[in-house]
């Protein structure tokens, strides 16, 4: 084996002997750096057998091995979080900082119900108008597509206003003493020597509603109800106008906004736009409790063990005097390989143990249980 220092036993860790830095000024990842070199090369058989591992690489599985708690960690919160994070700013971090739910996703789902229903949404209503022509009942859009230039299978009328007045400005006020017979029914009460213009009799509202009701019965069957059809872009209006001049007026929409997915602004630059985006990042060692940090610890082995088995699976066999020795590479590859798919599934299921459904499940089965213990507690009989 060439002539390369091996671990001599101990170290003294200094800021910029990991290969990215991201704990080297952590003062709590400093201290633990050489307590975790001594703590691999005991377990990996140090000092009854030589370790080819330097300090550095003890330090490289150690920032690794937090490395990847946090990116397991925070990863799973941004999973749980992730509905309510989508499409807000990426301006700071998210590490540390306690994130309640919210609907801001399930109303942009919604908002597209709404746009459709015309109470609201995310796409834009235009309004727009064409000539009425006397004695011409159809009228085609396409002319009207060319005026704003675009095509007309992009427009989608959604509203035309070609309807009577509201039956409501064709109708006296409600209030005041005149219409059908109110002025009779004052001078029943001694109201008649007023003026009508000052004279006021509060009805009921289904007598309005009655009145409303009647005036609009009257022009769909005693007259020639305003009304349309709209098919496929031509819009045929009823009765045939008999001037020109006039102007029928509507509200529309382009299909292409709203068939475009993409919501408005967010580009990808300062948005959450997927998981990716989320801005989580390495997380302070400083931080990490007692569980956390004998996972980092385990974990940190277990590359190391990996490491050094590469190591020496470079030579499978080491001459000595009259015989060979046998390096146990395949064994430390084979464990390490077992011991770190075995830490990362008990933190992903310590994790999955801790989400808020599951939390939320444990607190409901808590407090039923307790009510069945105190349903065993007898009643106290009161005697006065």
């Known amino acids: 084996m060439p002539n390369t220092p091996i671990w001599p036993g101990s170290s003294s860790f200094s800021p910029g002997e990991t290969p990215?830095?991201?704990?080297?000024?952590?003062?709590?990842?400093?201290?633990?750096?050489?307590?975790?070199?001594?703590?691999?090369?005991?377990?990996?058989?140090?000092?009854?057998?030589?370790?080819?591992?330097?300090?550095?690489?003890?330090?490289?599985?150690?920032?690794?091995?937090?490395?990847?708690y946090g990116n397991e960690v925070f990863a799973y919160q941004a999973s749980?979080?992730?509905?309510?994070?989508?499409?807000?700013?990426?301006?700071?971090?998210?590490?540390?900082?306690?994130?309640?739910?919210?609907?801001?996703?399930?109303?942009?789902?919604?908002?597209?119900?709404?746009?459709e229903?015309?109470?609201?949404?995310?796409?834009?209503?235009?309004s727009g108008s064409i000539d009425v022509v006397k004695n011409q009942q159809i009228y085609d859009l396409k002319d009207f597509a060319s005026t704003i230039e675009t095509d007309k299978n992009n427009i989608e009328v959604r509203r035309v206003f070609y309807q009577p007045k509201p039956a409501i400005v064709r109708y006296f006020d409600p209030y005041a003493g005149t219409g059908t017979n109110i002025q009779g029914l004052m001078d029943v009460f001694g109201f008649g020597n007023f003026t009508p213009g000052i004279q006021f009799m509060m009805m009921p509202i289904n007598f309005d509603l009655a009145k409303l009701q009647a005036i609009e019965f009257n022009d769909q069957v005693r007259k020639s109800n305003y009304s349309f059809e709209l098919v496929n872009n031509k819009i045929k209006i009823f009765p045939i106008p008999n001037a020109s001049g006039d102007k029928l007026y509507f509200e529309y929409l382009l299909k292409s906004e709203r068939n475009n997915p993409i919501v408005s602004g967010s580009n990808g630059v300062g948005v959450i736009t997927d998981i990716s985006t989320v801005p989580y990042a390495n997380p302070t060692y400083g931080y990490i409790n007692s569980i956390g940090r004998q996972w980092i610890f385990e974990y940190t082995l277990a590359l190391c063990k990996e490491m050094l088995g590469y190591i020496r699976g470079k030579y499978s066999t080491v001459p000595i005097p009259g015989d060979n020795v046998t390096l146990n590479q395949s064994d430390l590859i084979t464990a390490s390989t077992a011991e770190k798919t075995a830490l990362l599934e008990r933190l992903r299921a310590y994790l999955e143990e801790t989400s808020r459904a599951k939390l939320l499940e444990k607190k409901a089965a808590e407090s039923d249980n307790l009510q069945k213990e105190l349903s065993k507690v007898p009643y106290v009989i009161y005697v006065g």
């Open 20 to 68: 990215f830095g991201f704990y080297d000024s952590d003062n709590e990842f400093q201290s633990d750096a050489d307590k975790v070199a001594i703590f691999c090369a005991r377990r990996l058989g140090y000092p009854l057998t030589d370790v080819e591992l330097q300090d550095i690489n003890f330090y490289t599985a150690f920032e690794e091995a937090v490395t990847t």
């Open 80 to 115: 749980q979080n992730y509905l309510s994070l989508e499409g807000s700013p990426t301006g700071s971090t998210l590490n540390y900082q306690l994130q309640k739910p919210n609907l801001g996703s399930q109303i942009r789902i919604a908002e597209a119900y709404g746009s």
């Open 117 to 126: 229903a015309g109470v609201g949404g995310s796409v834009e209503y235009y």
